[in-house]
């Protein structure tokens, strides 16, 4: 069933000109503008798209965009899909496998999360360097998966090792502070409370959020090589919490954007 919609799926791209991307990128909370970037863009709503879930959350614009950045044929994902909009994980990954059939050959994913490792200050960026999954599912778990690739998928390198470094060179390059952490996902789609932020932290999380790590599981079981960046958007400083609305997080994740789309370019065009 799942390679027969994927078949459908990618066709109807294809039809539309999402032709051999070589690059997939997904934008999280506050960090859409990457997508002005594409040159010759092809935009497929999400409503349109065979099989595809609805973006629900009201700051998420739900668009799959094909263009070139850098010259480079990329596929832009602006607005993601979130447990806490009641999918469940193999749904909200689905649009991984459509780019994976699409032909990309490699995933740069950007999320906004709250940091644990209060050396962590708003508007850092943080390149995941492993995660815990405390979300209490898998994308891997249905009947299926084993026919989409294997059901023990190692993970004890979940982000590629060669655009990780070239991630952090090109931030060295551009004169960006970018830091290595463990970034723990929860369902949300509430924050988290005092006590939560205490636990996250003695469990060797930096960061928390509620993305980017289902995806990540299907890029690695695809074979996929995936690195993702956090833009710190507030401080879960359990001693001194101060209330955050989703207002504040989009806000501070648009005024990091800029730094996250020149770390983006920089290896895109990089043949890794
Ligand atoms: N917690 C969970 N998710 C988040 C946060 C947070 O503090 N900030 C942005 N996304």
């Known amino acids: 069933m799942v390679r027969e919609q994927l078949i459908e ?23 859409g503008k990457l997508a002005d970037e594409l040159k010759n863009p092809i935009v497929a709503h999400y409503s349109h798209i065979p099989h595809f879930p609805l973006a629900t959350v009201e700051f998420h ?7 070139e950045i850098e010259g480079v044929k990329t596929v832009v994902m602006q607005g993601r899909f979130h447990l806490y909009e009641g999918y469940d994980p193999q749904q909200i990954t689905y649009p991984i496998r459509v780019l994976h059939s699409l032909g990309i050959k490699k995933l740069l994913i950007s999320n906004a999360a709250g940091s644990i490792n209060l050396d962590l200050k708003k508007g850092t960026l943080m390149l995941i360097d492993d995660h815990i999954n405390l979300q209490g599912g898998s994308p891997l778990a249905f009947k299926e998966a084993p026919l989409l ?3 023990f998928v190692d993970m004890s390198q979940p982000y590629d ?22 970034y723990a996902s929860v369902i949300g789609p509430q924050l988290e409370t005092r006590a939560e932020y205490r636990y996250l932290k003695l469990i060797g999380a930096d960061a ?5 790590v289902p995806e990540v599981i299907v890029a690695n079981h695809l074979k996929l090589p995936v690195a993702a960046i956090s833009v ?11 209330t955050v609305s989703v207002n504040d997080i989009i806000k ?6 800029p730094k996250m789309m020149r770390l983006f370019k920089e290896v895109i065009n990089k043949s890794i």
């Open 232 to 242: 710190i958007t507030d401080e879960g400083d359990p001693e001194n919490l101060e």
């Open 252 to 257: 501070i994740a648009e005024e990091a954007e």
């Open 208 to 212: 928390v959020g509620m993305s980017t």
């Open 9 to 31: 799926t990618t066709q109807y791209l294809i039809k539309k000109g999402f032709e051999a991307p070589e690059v997939g990128i997904v934008l999280g909370t506050g960090l």
């Open 161 to 182: 090792k060669k655009l990780c470094t070239a991630l952090m060179a090109a931030a060295e390059k551009e004169g960006i502070s970018l830091k290595k952490g463990v």
């Open 61 to 67: 614009s739900g668009k799959l965009i094909f263009g």
């Open 149 to 151: 690739g294997e059901r």
